[in-house]
């Protein structure tokens, strides 16, 4: 199949102009010039560990890096006591030392649906200065090669990037539409996992019995799976079948109200419903979990209760979809005017012909509709979670107004809005989402042994998510002044030591000289500088 917008529908059609995630950029990534590392030691002093595993907070500890590794955490005192220098590792001659005494230590954060946008050093210093240090790459549309070259250059630290965990999408590379049979299927993932494939990346469409042999033959190679079960497939393969199949990770949501029907076979859609129309698709998607069956009801139980035995993983990006229930907030969110580019702000602004720009006519029903959607979806979250299936972190960012680095951070906050308490959420953004990689031996929690991926930030995230963000929190000071506080102070990634400040400095330079060129500001879409004028056509 070869894959264009057009062959994969309104799902990724693009305005021209406008980044492409999913597919590398044209122009490759510049060599890193950024970061400092890898040291032969490195003693980070002082701080409190959050170490993802869910454990609380421990401080202070030190802990040593040597190259790529995390050598030791030593535990060197007790708060608020003074520390005593013998119990502290020593450091040697050409050791570098930081001192984060009263910082924050966490494993890197893992996002689980990252396009590789483009350019590429944009996207991926928003990224690293918000923490993310490990990205999985959902379609890989330029293909295996392009992708694993990229993979490559970022665990060799060419490039300024997270690490890069590559899926194929299913059918890449073929002329031949659909797959002809299940052992055609089989053929094609035989020939992925020989190109090198990590993952396999569906966008269900194929024929249930094409889709079961796919996972089934990804499933004996040892490769890993995951699956947009798109709306208008759902009624033939749900969220239990895909898992009964043996796939790993379920992304978005669709296919789990399906899976919870009862009192109908379908979902229920209007008679004039039409799914390539993006704003009656995102609006009705907004109307589905209503028809499910409700909290707590013996079908509720069952469904969750078989999908967290089957460890079926989710990445939820109830970030993608805040903007469907509070518009308004998210096209405003205080960083676009900086850290948005104008291209990507395009990509945003309502277009019939473009994916996830729906808003044609975006009423205060639907955005109540998406508020009770979103009730209904995060009490499922929270109930698997509880029941011990696993939640990941994941950002979809590069649509509706859905901004790297920053949409990471808000999924954060909506998992807590879900119910997570702060641990739980760390421990998704990190061990849960290395877990799901099958990579939980090397990333995901501070130990001994697993490679320097690091976050360092001067306030507590368990009292405040919102330090994580690149514009940090707003706080009242002594003197009764606003001022901003925290933002990562650090990310370290495999080794290489960045100063997440200067990033997003590189970051709004970046974005001015695009506007500068282009000579306007990101205004909401119809609206002019001048308010007294006509709005425009």
Request: hydrophobic share 40%.
């Amino acid at each position: 199949m070869r894959l264009t917008p057009l062959l994969l529908g309104a799902w990724l059609v693009l305005l021209p102009a406008s980044p492409s995630p999913g597919a590398p950029p044209d122009a490759g990534p510049a060599p890193r010039a950024e970061g400092e590392g890898p040291f032969h030691r490195l003693i980070l002093r002082g701080a409190t560990l959050i170490d993802g595993t869910g454990a609380p907070p421990i401080g202070p500890v030190d802990i040593v890096i040597a190259g790529n590794r995390i050598a030791s955490v030593e535990s060197v005192g007790n708060p608020g006591a003074p520390i005593d220098p013998e119990a502290r590792p020593k450091a040697a001659a050409g050791d570098r030392e930081l001192d984060l005494a009263g910082m924050y230590v966490l494993p890197g954060f893992i996002d689980l649906y990252g396009h590789l946008g483009e350019p590429l050093d944009y996207v991926a210093k928003l990224w690293l200065a918000h923490g993310v240090t490990t990205v999985r790459e959902p379609l890989c549309l330029g293909g295996m090669k392009a992708c694993l070259e990229l993979k490559g250059k970022s665990d060799r630290n060419e490039i300024a990037a997270p690490r890069i965990e590559p899926y194929l999408y299913f059918g890449q590379g073929r002329d031949e539409v659909p797959f002809r049979d299940a052992g055609d299927a089989r053929k094609w993932i035989a020939e992925a996992a020989r190109q090198g494939a990590p993952g396999i990346g569906f966008w269900q469409g194929e024929r249930p019995d094409v889709l079961a042999a796919a996972l089934d033959e990804a499933g004996r190679r040892g490769l890993r799976t995951a699956c947009h079960l798109a709306p208008k497939y759902a009624a033939r393969v749900d969220a239990l079948d895909v898992a009964r199949w043996g796939l790993g990770l379920l992304e978005h949501w669709y296919g789990v109200p399906e899976a919870l029907l009862t009192d109908r076979a379908l979902l229920d859609y209007p008679p004039d419903y039409n799914d390539s129309d993006e704003q009656q698709r995102f609006a009705q998607a907004g109307r589905l979990w209503r028809q499910a069956a409700p909290p707590g009801s013996a079908r509720w139980n069952a469904v969750i209760d078989e999908l967290a035995g089957r460890r079926l993983a989710m990445v939820p990006t109830l970030v993608l979809y805040e903007a469907p229930r509070d518009l308004m907030r998210v096209s405003r969110a205080e960083w676009h005017e900086q850290y948005t580019l104008p291209s990507l702000w395009d990509a945003f602004t309502p277009n019939r012909a473009a994916h996830a720009a729906p808003w044609f006519y975006w009423t205060t029903e639907d955005e109540v509709a998406w508020r009770d959607n979103y009730r209904l979806w995060m009490t499922f979250l929270n109930d698997y979670k509880n029941r011990g299936g696993r939640v990941a972190v994941g950002s979809d960012s590069g649509f509706m107004y859905n901004l790297y680095g920053f949409g990471y951070v808000r999924e954060m906050e909506l998992l807590r809005e879900a119910g997570f308490q702060p641990l739980e959420v760390i421990r998704a953004a990190t061990l849960v989402g290395a877990e799901a990689l099958g990579r939980g031996a090397e990333l995901g929690t501070v130990e001994p042994g697993k490679l320097a991926d690091l976050v360092i930030v001067a306030e507590n995230p368990l009292q405040n998510l919102k330090v994580l963000y690149g514009t940090g929190a707003l706080k009242l000071d002594r003197d009764n002044r606003p001022v901003r506080v925290g933002g990562v102070r650090y990310t370290l990634k495999n080794g290489i030591l960045y100063d997440a400040k200067q990033l997003l400095a590189d970051v709004r330079k970046m974005v001015a000289a695009a506007k500068a060129k282009d000579g306007r500001r990101l205004l909401p879409p119809g609206m002019t500088e001048d308010p007294a004028a006509p709005p425009r056509p």
